[in-house]
């Protein structure tokens, strides 16, 4: 039974299976709640079989109350792990408003201390993100959270918590035979930081099944369930129905070949990776249960022809675009509406807009230098932006620690807050200047600017200078016109 388990960190040994409840909220989207008893009783099948680990959210229904419910009423309850997330909505918070999320989800869980506590930020340019993250650190420290880890992170913001001293254990993302975006960059951070990956969407929403191989391209303006929806757009991104019915063709074939399922196949590829802990199947509990398919996953290798065959067949589809997460903070939005109405209202200006003189208007990052020195973080004046110098500077902490790139990353996020909050984009930046304080960091630097503005292109200045203030490595000032 141990190759059925992992230790994710220490202390928290999980399944490499994990158990998703997010269709639990597509099963009340009627408005109706599961009776948490009875849903909860069909957790117990799965414990039973070795898959102990359930991963949830607060906000997939009632899905905390029903493992909350077979934790405290069922003899298996106390041998499961509970992971779950919080997703707090765009804005301003505090670190009350946090600590009240977390109790909330323990009073559901029924439990003193979280197992695993997934964070999700929508707005990198808020940081009132980075807020909640050290909010959540010292609930750590208080013992409310045994482990920190996030969920749809880029590779880029995922540096900048750890590099900023937050223990992040794991990053929760899509990652599939036709979402590889995962083993890119984010591997490479993932190594670095030690990081494990959590695969969600392995089977595409069901895709990945005997069910739709040869059958012709599904039509949902009919009513289907939300993951249907949601992985139908990613096959459309990665090539189309055509693109995605020859590689099932091919993944049918090795399962033939090993006596298993096509769902077998598509999620042993992902869970074979050396940077993955685990990955995530669904289920509808007390509807469906493939507790014996899944089970098979840990009776078969795949060989290097096997490897070699998957691999080669993939790359006819076109990659997904971006980063891990991107789906839902930039278009395309591979959600299941194809936009976030159903998951948001609205997402707040990150900083508050004053009347300036003459016409301007400001707005204000928070630092003390700006009261100190007495500017602004940017100010408008008809259609033209200017951003002050800044730098990785984040109420009284350095975001990024000693790592040139992170704290790059850190600015450019402010820079973009200052000018939408102002009513610009980043695409309307014309010129950036970049100091590096030391000019072993310019390549790092240059690289993060390269890959925030590659389709933008500002003019660009990057030079030498002695930055004031100890533990700043870069520092960019930009222009934007309207």
Not at 82 to 100: A, R
Not at 449 to 469: C, D, M, S, W, Y
């Amino acid at each position: 039974m141990d190759k059925l388990y992992t230790e994710l960190a220490p202390g928290l040994k999980i399944s490499r299976v994990l158990t998703g409840l997010w269709q639990i909220a597509d099963m009340e989207k009627e408005g109706k709640t599961l009776d948490p008893y009875l849903t909860g009783m069909a957790m117990a099948p799965y414990v039973k079989a070795g898959l102990t680990t359930f991963d949830m959210a607060d906000h997939y229904g009632s899905a905390e109350v029903i493992a909350g419910t077979f934790r405290k009423k069922h003899d298996l309850g106390g041998e499961a792990q509970f992971l779950t997330k919080w997703v707090p909505k765009p804005g301003k918070s505090s670190k009350e408003e946090t600590k009240e999320a977390v109790l909330k989800s323990m009073e559901r869980l029924k439990v003193e201390s979280i197992d695993l506590l997934q964070f999700h930020a929508w707005n990198y340019s808020d940081p009132v993100w980075l807020d909640q993250l050290f909010w959540l650190k010292e609930l750590k420290e208080e013992g409310l959270i045994k482990h920190l880890g996030v969920t749809n992170f880029d590779s880029a913001h995922l540096r900048m918590v750890c590099a900023s001293g937050i223990p992040i254990v794991s990053n929760q993302v899509s990652h599939s035979l036709i979402d590889q975006r995962a083993s890119g960059e984010m591997t490479k951070v993932c190594k670095q930081f030690g990081v494990k990956i959590l695969a969600y969407g392995t089977l595409a929403g069901g895709f990945f099944s005997e069910k739709w191989l040869g059958k012709p391209e599904p039509d949902f303006a009919k009513e289907a369930n939300w993951s249907l929806m949601k992985y139908k757009r990613f096959i459309d991104t990665a090539g189309g129905w055509s693109r995605f019915q020859h590689l099932l063709e091919i993944v049918d074939k090795i399962a033939k070949k090993h006596k298993v399922s096509i769902a077998n196949i598509a999620t042993k590829y992902i869970m074979d990776q050396d940077y993955v802990a685990g990955v995530i199947v669904g289920s509808r509990l007390g509807k469906t249960s493939y507790i014996e398919d899944t089970l098979k996953l840990f009776s078969f290798n795949l060989s290097i022809v096997d490897l070699k065959v998957i691999n080669s067949v993939k790359s006819i589809l076109y990659p997904i675009p971006g980063d891990c997460g991107d789906e839902y903070r930039k278009p395309p939005f591979l959600t299941a509406s194809g936009d976030l109405s159903h998951h948001l209202d609205s997402v707040p200006k990150p900083y508050k807009m004053e009347k300036g003189p003459n016409g301007s208007t400001k707005v204000f990052s928070g630092t003390t230098w700006e009261t100190m020195a007495g500017y602004c973080r940017a100010v408008k004046k008809g259609n033209r932006i200017f951003v002050s110098g800044t730098t990785a500077t984040h109420g009284d902490k350095i975001i990024g620690g000693k790592d040139a790139a992170a704290q790059t990353h850190f600015i450019l996020d402010k820079i973009e807050g200052a000018i939408a909050s102002l009513g610009g984009k980043l695409d309307n930046v014309v010129r950036t200047r970049i100091f590096v304080n030391n000019l072993k960091d310019w390549e790092a630097v240059a690289r993060v600017h390269g890959q925030r503005f590659a389709n933008i292109q500002p003019a660009n200045t990057l030079v030498e200078a002695k930055l004031v203030g100890e533990g700043y490595l870069v520092e960019i000032e930009a222009e934007a016109e309207l």
